[in-house]
């Protein structure tokens, strides 16, 4: 058979829209369920005990959308489309941004730690090293003058023992007011000040531009080892802070069931909202999950508790859905079940 010039170039065309439906990057982001994954493996506790049942963590699944992505999300349940500048904050890179979220996931065991242990009667601390940068935002005061990776240890002279401490702080001062910061930058010291501006969507709100954690170390007895590879942001601490207790513990809480939840969790053990609770609720349906922690909000009509309920309800699982403001309350709620 002879190929002729107009085979050869519909060949092409059709090989080249191929290869960009399925690899060009479009200015979108699509978050849709991610999976429930044990926590059996994660934690590891020297001559910790071990359930019957297990608890599981739940993960929302993201990247950015491709053409043919985009199309496929658009005719499929809980499938989300924003914006990429929604999903990833502006002037953060893509690695800025994941290390930003690892930060996050670090903390939220950390949290999750401290309140299992208290929790169990075992001992604990929390050694503060300062305040680390982990991503600077484009054209704010710091850009181009510190660095993500580098440690504010001082503000003013006053000692910054966490983020939130530094924010408060930071939000009393006005529009172009300047700060002084001492820095640890990999084992150098230094001094650099910078202006306070306001915030061109917030003019009310004033900073410098620098997304914060708290650099800090928490150290127990025994010790615990978390391995969650790259999963990312802080909204398993709830259930790793069950599963921390459980290995503590004799009694086992989950009386052989399949538990999953979701829920950011503080040093105080207070269950706090997260962002893709419809899509977890899927996720752990698909798993076989049979009870749901949702993070309550103390009752608000439009809680994570309440948007759980509602999935729960359209998608048809037979899946418990209970709603959580503290991990005492999650506590006592696995106390009271019958074994399974």
């Known amino acids: 058979m002879r190929i002729t010039k107009r085979t050869l170039v519909y060949s092409f065309i059709i090989t080249l829209t191929f290869f960009l439906l399925f690899t060009l990057d479009l200015p979108y982001y699509i978050y849709k369920p991610g999976h429930?994954?044990?926590?059996?493996?994660?934690?590891?506790?020297?001559?910790?005990?071990?359930?019957?049942?297990?608890?599981?963590?739940?993960?929302?699944?993201?990247?950015?959308?491709?053409?043919?992505?985009?199309?496929?999300?658009?005719f499929m349940n809980y499938n989300e489309i924003v914006p990429i500048e929604e999903a990833r904050p502006e002037g953060m890179t893509d690695n800025e941004y994941m290390r930003h979220q690892l930060m996050l996931m670090e903390n939220s065991q950390q949290s999750s730690t401290v309140v299992a242990y208290r929790a169990a009667g075992k001992k604990y601390s929390i050694e503060y090293n300062g305040i680390y940068i982990i991503g600077v935002?484009?054209?704010?005061?710091?850009?181009?003058?510190?660095?993500?990776?580098?440690?504010?240890?001082?503000?003013?002279?006053?000692?910054?023992?966490?983020?939130?401490?530094?924010?408060?702080y930071v939000q009393?001062?006005?529009?172009?007011?300047?700060?002084?910061?001492?820095?640890?930058?990999?084992?150098?010291?230094?001094?650099k000040t910078i202006k306070v501006e306001s915030f061109a969507d917030q003019e009310e709100k004033v900073g410098i531009g620098i997304q914060l954690v708290t650099d800090q170390e928490v150290v127990v007895d025994p010790p615990v080892h978390i391995k969650s590879g790259n999963i990312g942001g802080p909204s398993a601490g709830l259930m790793f802070s069950l599963e921390i207790y459980n290995r503590l513990?004799?009694?086992?809480?989950?009386?052989?069931?399949?538990?999953?939840g979701t829920g950011e969790i503080d040093f105080d053990g207070n269950v706090l909202r997260i962002g893709g609770i419809d899509k977890k609720v899927v996720a752990a349906h698909r798993e076989g999950i049979e009870i749901f922690f949702a993070p309550n909000e103390k009752g608000n009509k439009e809680s994570n508790y309440q948007v759980a309920k509602k999935t729960a309800e359209q998608i048809g699982t037979k899946?418990?859905?209970?709603?959580?403001?503290?991990?005492?309350?999650?506590?006592?709620?696995?106390n009271q079940l019958e074994p399974k």
Do not use: C, W
Request: negative net charge; proline residues 3%; aromatic residues 4%.
């Open 36 to 74: 429930a994954d044990s926590l059996e493996n994660m934690v590891e506790i020297e001559n910790g005990y071990q359930g019957k049942g297990d608890l599981h963590l739940v993960t929302v699944s993201g990247g950015q959308a491709t053409p043919i992505q985009y199309i496929l999300a658009k």
């Open 172 to 191: 009393m001062k006005k529009d172009g007011d300047k700060i002084e910061l001492d820095i640890d930058r990999n084992g150098k010291q230094m001094k």
């Open 137 to 168: 935002v484009e054209n704010m005061p710091a850009d181009e003058v510190l660095e993500p990776g580098d440690r504010i240890t001082h503000v003013d002279g006053k000692q910054m023992k966490e983020a939130n401490e530094m924010v408060e």
């Open 249 to 260: 513990t004799e009694e086992d809480i989950t009386k052989g069931y399949h538990i999953a």
């Open 319 to 334: 899946m418990k859905i209970v709603p959580i403001d503290t991990f005492d309350d999650a506590l006592a709620y696995l």
